[in-house]
């Protein structure tokens, strides 16, 4: 392919977080938007959560942070893109280096921290493209997560203030609580933790705007079962639309190809890629068999191949989303994965 061979010889030697905001560049500028493969028709409709995505795969939470490239990435062929994760203030995340690439495994281990331009930047800059005809069509899903600085008692607060300035712009909100990267923020996944939080914010959403906008909750892969099984059922008894299965895993397995000495100097972070896929099939499957068919689940984690994601939407879920494939596969992965999707 020819974006690999580009890969290997120009990004690959680039610092990994470097590499992004040049590819990101280009993307937002339409670089690749006029190319014919993607504008060949790959379009398989759903409606999921009473929105109509053009298709099943979209963008997961994490490449476009603070909405600047949304209609960019939608042109590439994603069905929709979920922006994020934003906090309600402004941060610049952790010190840099924290993006790191394990080639041999096509994975990334991250520890951003969550950097992004805050909650009322990103609200005026959805705002502002909604008022486009191509972004009032666009499906753009918000991640939202807590402030760095704020304390744990001061959690549920953060997400509210969030909820309110973004679910006007929203197609859906999701609620992360599993990014491994923000100091004990996996522990709001506790359902003790959970539930005042999802409430609030289920609150928050409703009072912000008239328009339904479905609200999910984003969880780890490192998860016990038992503990998946408690917050499908919290998101049961609280009437939450979804759940998106899963985040990048704090695991290190036996079975990475890459040198452990290349895997320790990367340091602390969020692993993704194809060593997720096996947990994130797990989890999804668990999640079917508990909630049936009263909410929408959303898998991510370990989407490589368009097999990859048909087996996803077989074993039950209602949309797929990618990220760590799209930095090694380029600009054309979308549209191959859609049109098996389509097949």
């Known amino acids: 392919m020819v974006y690999r061979a580009f890969f290997t010889a120009v990004f690959s030697r680039m610092d990994p977080e470097k590499a992004h ?16 493969a993607l504008r060949r028709g790959t379009a398989a409709p759903a409606t999921v959560m009473g929105i109509e995505f053009p298709n099943r795969f979209g963008l997961a939470a994490g490449f476009d942070k603070n909405a600047t490239g949304v209609l960019g990435l939608l042109a590439l062929g994603f069905g929709h893109v979920e922006i994020g994760t934003v906090t309600a203030q402004p941060q610049p995340g952790n010190p840099q280096p924290r993006l790191f690439r394990l080639t041999a ?16 930047v990103v609200a005026a800059r959805l705002a502002e493209l909604r008022e486009t005809p191509r972004g009032k069509a ?10 760095k600085v704020v304390e744990p008692d001061d959690a549920v607060a953060d997400y509210v203030a969030s909820a309110r300035l973004l679910a006007p ?6 609620v992360n609580v599993s990014s491994p990267n923000t100091p004990g923020l996996r522990t709001l996944q506790a359902t003790s933790e959970l539930r005042p939080l999802l409430t609030a ?6 009072e912000s705007t008239q328009q339904r906008v479905p609200l999910l909750v984003k969880i780890a892969p490192d998860l016990a079962d038992e503990d998946v099984d408690d917050i499908a059922d919290l998101a049961l008894e609280l009437g939450l639309d979804g759940i998106i299965a899963t985040n990048t895993t704090i695991a ?47 898998s991510v984690g370990g ?9 996803r939407v077989a074993a039950g879920a209602d949309l797929v ?4 494939s799209f930095v090694y596969e380029g600009p054309l992965w979308p549209s191959r994965i859609n049109r098996a999707l389509a097949g």
Request: aromatic fraction near 4%.
């Open 21 to 36: 905001h040049a590819a990101f560049r280009a993307i937002r500028r339409g670089a690749f938007a006029t190319r014919p």
């Open 252 to 298: 290190r397995p036996d079975t990475l190809h890459t040198d452990r000495a290349t895997i320790d100097d990367a340091g602390a972070g969020g692993l993704s890629g194809p060593i997720l896929a096996e947990r994130s099939v797990e989890v999804l499957t668990r999640l079917r068999a508990r909630v049936g068919d009263r909410l929408a689940l959303v």
């Open 169 to 174: 712009h929203a197609s859906y909100l999701v």
């Open 105 to 120: 495994d096509r994975a990334l281990i991250n520890r951003m921290g969550f950097n992004n331009d805050g909650a009322e």
């Open 138 to 147: 666009a499906v753009i899903g918000v991640n939202i997560g807590k402030t």
């Open 303 to 311: 989407i490589t191949s368009p097999r990859d994601a048909k087996e």
């Open 321 to 324: 989303q990618g990220y760590t």
């Open 201 to 206: 914010v289920q609150a928050a959403v409703a």
